[in-house]
């Protein structure tokens, strides 16, 4: 089985575009050109200049705060192999996991902040025991994309 992502995080960045496209849209609108009027909608132009980057910067450090990344899985052949980068603004280093299937020891899920941030710790069988990975953060796949990860790393290893 393989499975990545990348649509979850194009769909991010293309929020983050519009975003940025509306509010520098809006500021020059409303502070440059002076095409908007206001009072708009009951309430003056610093109020919704507030209110456009309080939006803004929601949009631009959520992949951050909730640890979103790129996510690509895959059980084909003799390993299992993870591939995963950080997909917020500042896009982080890409790595790699390769686990044979015969020395994958299991799993750990793990949680936090509320449920909002979820990570998959891997094990592997080592000769001085078993080696934990670092972990990788899955909060930016959907449920089913979750579901079909743990089921596929079920087959080879129960959960730890």
Known sequence: MTLDNSRTIISLRIKLFTATIVLL???AMAYIIRLIKFPLFGMNDTAWTIILIGIWIILAFMPM????QFFSYS???DCIIIRYFTAGIVGGRKNSVEINKTTFS???IKTSFFGFIQ???????VQGGVATYPPVYI???SKEEKAK???S???????V
């Open 139 to 141: 909060s930016a796949l």
């Open 75 to 77: 059980d084909e052949g």
């Open 25 to 27: 849209a809006y500021l």
């Open 65 to 68: 705060v909730l640890n979103y």
């Open 119 to 125: 990570s998959l710790v891997l094990f592997q069988k």
């Open 149 to 151: 990860v743990i089921k």
């Open 106 to 108: 299991g799993y750990k």
């Open 153 to 159: 790393l079920s087959l080879y290893a129960p959960p």
